[in-house]
T-cell receptor
Framework: DAKTTQPTSMDCAEGRAANLPCNHS???????VYWYRQIHSQGPQYIIH???NNETNEMASLIITEDRKSSTLILPHATLRDTAVYYC???????????FGTGTQLKVEL | NAGVTQTPKFRILKIGQSMTLQCTQDMNHNYMYWYRQDPGMGLKLIYY???????DKGEVPNGYNVSRSTTEDFPLRLELAAPSQTSVYFCASRTGGAIQPQHFGDGTRLSIL
């Protein structure tokens, strides 16, 4: 699976959009980009995934660059409950090898 | 809708004791996983199973054993507890299809003293 690079931490004001970047310059053609988050040591929570097209669901949007070497997770209106560690994972499937790095600690503040 | 349920939530063991961490899911998922997470670190895969009767090692299997006799249950066994096994253990499951995401339980916090 391709290696990912994320900032260690980010801050966001409540109500504003949170944009979390992820670099995955060695991604291969059959690898997907997955995002999970972990709120205060709870179990990781799946957010969204995509291959090459932008994706949106009720939680977030995922923007993948045309060359697929980077992506951005967007939380459109961040709330205090979105404070968590966000993991960007690149893999051939949600299957047997999810490699969790140290992620980005997002802190949403008033 | 329970999802993935792990028991116990907390446990303290003495060195050399054994115990079983329980994991059950009610979503009829074929795939199940055990991870451990040390403080400040990401999750590491211990064992996984692609269906009843089939298990395989992950990244850090030493010191652990698993079994999968039913679709619902995937217990993790520690035979001789060591301080290095102090960690938070997460169980996850997913349905078939390569790109389906994993769904996680809330974890078991285990301390070995």
């Amino acid at each position: 699976d391709a290696k990912t690079t994320q900032p260690t931490s980010m801050d966001c004001a409540e109500g504003r959009a949170a944009n979390l970047p992820c670099n995955h310059s060695t991604i291969s053609g059959n690898e997907y980009v997955y995002w999970y988050r972990q709120i205060h040591s709870q179990g990781p929570q799946y957010i969204i995934h995509g291959l090459k097209n932008n994706e949106t669901n009720e939680m977030a949007s995922l923007i993948i660059t045309e060359d697929r070497k980077s992506s951005t997770l967007i939380l459109p209106h961040a709330t205090l409950r979105d404070t968590a560690v966000y993991y960007c994972i690149v893999t051939t499937g949600g299957g047997n090898k999810l490699t969790f790095g140290t992620g980005t600690q997002l802190k949403v503040e008033l | 809708n329970a999802g993935v349920t792990q028991t116990p939530k907390f446990r303290i063991l003495k060195i050399g004791q054994s115990m079983t961490l329980q994991c059950t899911q009610d979503m009829n998922h074929n795939y199940m996983y055990w991870y451990r997470q040390d403080p400040g670190m990401g999750l590491k895969l211990i064992y996984y199973s692609v269906g009843a009767g089939i298990t395989d090692k992950g990244e850090v299997p030493n010191g652990y054993n698993v079994s999968r006799s039913t679709t619902e249950d995937f217990p993790l066994r520690l035979e001789l507890a060591a301080p290095s096994q102090t960690s938070v253990y997460f169980c996850a499951s997913r349905t078939g299809g390569a790109i389906q995401p994993q769904h996680f339980g809330d974890g078991t916090r285990l301390s070995i003293l």
